[in-house]
């Protein structure tokens, strides 16, 4: 499943455009592809197509590619940004992010 099957590939280049030059901020992101008025499913859905290994997990290693996930013209984090989200959504404290956890964070 692509990303854009999920969501409009406008509002995700709008969002990327607008991320490009300062800090992301993932609930703000969240919120300007859309993903904050989807339901639990489809943000779990959204989840599946970022864990790019098929752990079940969001890896920090994945973490600083998130944007890509999105489309291939989204940056890489910064490390500050990858710390930065990990610990906004990482509320077990097991260093990765699951997909509870992310659903929690996209509608918190």
């Given at each position: 499943?692509?990303?854009?099957?999920?969501?409009?590939?406008?509002e995700?280049?709008?969002?990327?455009?607008a991320?490009a030059a300062e800090?992301?901020?993932p609930?703000?992101?969240f919120?300007?592809?859309?993903?904050?008025?989807?339901t639990a499913e489809?943000?779990?859905?959204?989840?599946?197509?970022?864990?790019?290994?098929?752990?079940?997990?969001?890896?920090?290693?994945?973490?600083?590619f998130?944007?890509?996930?999105f489309?291939k013209?989204?940056?890489?984090?910064?490390?500050?940004e990858?710390?930065?989200?990990?610990?906004?959504?990482d509320?077990?404290?097991?260093?990765?992010?699951?997909?509870?956890?992310f659903?929690?964070l996209?509608?918190?």
């Open positions: 499943m692509a990303m854009t099957d999920l969501l409009k590939a406008e995700i280049k709008k969002a990327l455009d991320f800090t992301f901020d609930k703000k992101f919120e300007m592809v859309g993903m904050k008025a989807m489809n943000v779990k859905k959204v989840f599946q197509v970022l864990d790019v290994d098929g752990s079940g997990y969001i890896e920090e290693e994945e973490l600083k998130v944007l890509k996930g489309s013209d989204g940056r890489d984090l910064t490390d500050a990858t710390t930065a989200f990990l610990k906004a959504a509320k077990d404290g097991d260093g990765k992010i699951g997909i509870d956890e659903e929690g996209v509608h918190e």
